[in-house]
């Protein structure tokens, strides 16, 4: 049975996702792109206006500033991602690499907090494949990233599927995993490991090597990634060196959220 949507919301937020998409965009430009009358297109835009979610340019329409205050507000509304940015903070200063905290958000992951090392000189995966001026937000396939493949190993295999099921396994490098008993076999080892390895999955020429991050209940919280170039993450400091690295500052970190946990019910 399919889920009840209130279909007016959802037309609104496909005109976001769109002027977003589109860099911009005019009324004329919209109502082509949506296939609905110009008049809808209309009242939908004068809304988000009026209510500081668009501005206007010209007859340009873009994102307005008021979605920052909600993507901060998430994003520091739990004291785990707080103390998880502190973390990717503490060890790119460590390792001069950068790092990345995912959370996964309609079964894709998305780029809570990142710390792009000054003294790094290879670009981040963003910089490698998208225009947008900013990395917080960017969303992730799951199968294609070290924090993603990290996040998938702690799901139920019912869950594994439902995220398979809406997204597939897009390709995004000839090394990327596209087959599912692939990606099955590869969450199995990750359990058994407790690391996750994406070896030039999402861009050529990057490693990354992945932890989960779970909560005291256990539940997954997100995940957290060491990334840079196969140059440099070459045999053991890789395989090895990186893995345990990651792995003493995400116990870490679990034991910081678990204290800040109990502080809360004292």
Do not use: C
Request: hydrophobic share 35%; charged share 30%; proline share 3%.
């Amino acid at each position: 049975m399919a889920k009840q949507t209130a279909k007016t919301t959802k037309r609104s937020l496909e005109v976001i996702n769109t002027i977003q998409k589109l860099g911009g965009a005019t009324l004329e430009e919209l109502t082509d792109e949506l296939a609905i009358s110009r008049s809808a297109v209309h009242l939908h835009l004068r809304t988000l206006l009026e209510e500081g979610y668009l501005t206007k340019e010209g007859a340009v329409y873009h994102i307005g500033l008021r979605f920052l205050n909600h993507g901060e507000y998430a994003r520091s509304r739990k004291t785990a991602y707080t103390l998880a940015k502190q973390t990717v903070t503490e060890l790119s200063d460590r390792i001069d690499e950068e790092v990345e905290f995912v959370v996964e958000n309609d079964n894709r992951g998305i780029l809570v907090h990142e710390s792009f090392h000054p003294d790094s000189q290879f670009p981040s995966k963003e910089r490698h494949i998208s225009d947008a001026p900013t990395s917080a937000g960017i969303y992730y396939y799951l199968h294609s990233v070290a924090t993603g493949k990290a996040i998938l190993a702690e799901f139920p295999d019912e869950r594994v599927e439902a995220v398979l099921d809406d997204w597939g396994l897009p390709r995004q490098t000839e090394h990327t995993i596209t087959d599912r008993n692939e990606l099955i076999r590869e969450l199995e080892q990750i359990r058994d490991r407790g690391v996750a390895f994406a070896d030039e999955e999402y861009v050529d020429g990057l490693r990354e090597v992945g932890r989960r991050v779970t909560g005291p209940d256990g539940s997954v919280l997100g995940a957290i990634a060491i990334i840079g170039p196969k140059y440099r993450f070459t045999d053991e400091r890789y395989t090895t060196e990186l893995p345990e690295i990651l792995t003493e500052h995400v116990d870490d970190l679990e034991a910081e959220i678990e204290e800040s946990y109990l502080d809360d019910y004292r």
